[in-house]
């Protein structure tokens, strides 16, 4: 399940590092429209893309708001809170509280409704990363025959979680 994760998260992102010829040829997806659609959700918010096409804000208290969404063949989205320099990483609950609180508002509340219930049903595998983050990795619709995954990272620094959706 991890090696899975972890290309579709890769995958998503280079999707938007293409250059745009390649993108065209062998997508699923409308790459023009997916570039669009993450201008207008920076802008929306008062921010930017970065180099990689995420979109990218800052928050009044001091943390940053990352949202990575695309894909070619598989599509996928990452929310990352990064912390405010200085702050101490929050609880665990507190982090993922505010997680799922920036997806609601700031991507999709039906998306933070779906990982809530996820990570609520407490099927998934857990490891300590080289950084010392905990990753935890589960179905999001825990016990049907075919899921799509989620795979959450708390660290010191920030708290991110990557889901592929149908």
């Not at 920076?42 to 943390?63: K, Q």
Request: hydrophobic fraction near 45%; charge should be negative.
């Amino acid at each position: 399940m991890q090696h899975r994760t972890r290309w579709l998260s890769v995958a998503a992102i280079l999707a938007f590092a293409l250059p745009a010829g390649a993108q065209d040829s062998d997508c699923d997806f409308d790459q023009a429209y997916l570039a669009k659609r993450m201008q207008q959700v920076a802008a929306r918010h008062g921010g930017r893309l970065d180099a990689s096409g995420n979109a990218v804000w800052m928050l009044s208290n001091g943390e940053t708001v990352i949202v990575a969404s695309g894909g070619c063949v598989h599509y996928g989205t990452t929310v990352s809170l990064i912390y405010a320099p200085g702050s101490p990483a929050p609880s665990r609950e507190v982090a993922i509280e505010r997680l799922l609180a920036a997806i609601s508002k700031y991507w999709q509340p039906g998306a933070a409704r779906r990982l809530q219930a996820a990570l609520r049903a407490g099927v998934y595998e857990t490891r300590t990363l080289d950084d010392g983050s905990a990753e935890q990795v589960g179905a999001l619709d825990p016990g049907a025959g075919f899921s799509f995954e989620y795979r959450l990272i708390l660290g010191e620094r920030e708290a991110r979680i990557g889901w592929e959706e149908a």
